[in-house]
């Protein structure tokens, strides 16, 4: 819950500015105070909270499955191994209802990106005072624990998805084939600037679509959380649980669509048009 003697918006806008490193023009390298500095850090400014929580969730992850395969038995299993067998499961069915091709790597892909979005949007059900408090007490100013609602974080995994995309198209159909492909429909020949402009539009709507739509839901749940911690107390317990308890569908189906989105585009690539 915010002190008195800071106002509503100063609550909600430290709440939603990161822990930002950068060359300011005065300051020389270091840490912004504020979203004004940050902001005059330009272009090469890191949010140091977002790569702490994204790389530490992935290690997370990695550990745990490494853990679990290291330990898995023929006999009885664990609930560990349970667990992480029925998830494989699970994306190894969607991988197949979608993916009709031979590639090896996007099963992987597509467990490694469904397991670390869960887990980035887990972290917004975290109380929001509580780790940003146990931080201030080390000095730290400000510190986002959820890497999802930061748009640099979505559009990272976004352009990382859009770049396998390109390597795929060209891998499958060669240079020439990938630019006939843009160039060459739905309009017949005669048409191949407004095809390939057509074309473009919806390659490059592929990587926004996915960083906007998991940045939009994951921001707007937890703005929705901040402005829950500044009511009174009592208010707070009879929305917040509902709220969490929903929002664990939200965090779910988010790191589901994204995932099954890059199983379709990276089908598609792969297809002869």
Do not use: C
């Amino acid at each position: 819950m915010a002190s008195g003697t800071v106002t509503s918006s100063e609550y909600i806008s430290h709440h939603l500015t990161n822990l930002t490193f950068g060359n300011h023009p005065e300051n020389g390298w270091s840490f912004a105070h504020g979203a004004q500095e940050a902001a005059e850090m330009g272009f090469w400014a890191i949010n140091v909270d977002t790569m702490l929580w994204s790389v530490g969730l992935g290690l997370l992850f990695i550990w745990f499955f490494r853990k679990v395969a290291k330990s898995m038995t023929a006999g009885v299993p664990g609930g560990a191994q349970n667990f992480v067998e029925t998830l494989i499961e699970f994306i190894d069915e969607n991988v197949k209802s979608i993916f009709h091709h031979k590639n090896a790597v996007i099963a992987p892909l597509a467990l490694t990106i469904f397991v670390w979005i869960f887990l980035m949007n887990l972290m917004d059900l975290v109380p929001v005072d509580w780790v940003p408090y146990i931080f201030a007490q080390m000095g730290v100013e400000y510190m986002k624990i959820v890497p999802t609602t930061d748009v640099n974080a979505t559009g990272g995994m976004a352009l990382s998805v859009f770049a396998l995309i390109v390597y795929y198209s060209i891998k499958q159909k060669g240079v020439s084939g990938f630019l006939a492909e843009l160039s060459f429909q739905p309009l017949p020949k005669i048409f191949a600037p407004f095809n390939l402009f057509l074309e473009l539009v919806g390659l490059l709507a592929k990587p926004v679509s996915l960083a906007l739509r998991l940045f939009g839901n994951m921001y707007a749940g937890e703005m929705i959380f901040i402005l829950i911690a500044l009511l009174p107390f009592w208010a707070q317990w009879v929305l917040s649980v509902p709220w969490a308890i929903f929002h664990i569908l939200v965090i779910t189906l988010q790191a589901f669509i994204f995932m099954v989105l890059t199983i379709v585009y990276l089908a598609m690539a792969h297809d002869d048009h």
